[in-house]
């Protein structure tokens, strides 16, 4: 193996783990955004103890994420009232459910049953390419491999 090689092996080993941490930061942003979505559709509002037991974690840490996405532009807050998403959050929030119903329905329709595509399709739907994403749509339409 010349030094070249070795050189572009790393490039791509580096290249390909930059994509996993940035599409980890992403994670935790879409989930937020799409479950305040989701509180606004079926209850009028996104509190922060909503979240917190949505989500399995203390007030704190809800808050943290909230300010972060404050920062990102993706949410509001006003003292004493609801979470609200931006434009740019409800946009990824629509973005974030269109991705997790393609690959919902991509696992149903190679025989995965329903209730466990619906949990695996949570963690999938942040670790896929576009390309890859257009491909399970593909294959759902045909509805076979």
């Not at 990102?72 to 931006?86: G, K, M, N, Q």
């Not at 740019?88 to 696992?107: C, M, N, T, W």
């Amino acid at each position: 193996m010349t030094d070249k090689q070795t050189n572009e092996q790393v490039a791509d080993s580096a290249a390909k783990f930059d994509r996993i941490r940035r599409a980890h930061q992403s994670e935790v942003a879409e989930d937020y955004v799409e479950m305040i979505s989701e509180l606004i559709a079926t209850t009028g509002e996104a509190r922060t103890v909503d979240l917190a037991a949505r989500f399995g974690v203390t007030s704190p840490t809800v808050n943290a994420i909230i300010q972060r996405l404050q920062r990102e532009d993706l949410v509001e807050t006003r003292p004493y009232r609801s979470i609200f998403l931006t434009d740019k959050g409800k946009a990824l929030a629509e973005a974030s459910q269109a991705r997790h119903q393609i690959v919902r329905d991509f696992l149903v329709t190679i025989g995965v049953p329903a209730s466990i595509a619906e949990e695996d399709a949570e963690g999938v739907e942040h670790h896929v390419s576009e390309e890859t994403l257009r491909v399970f749509a593909d294959i759902t339409k045909r509805g076979t491999v």
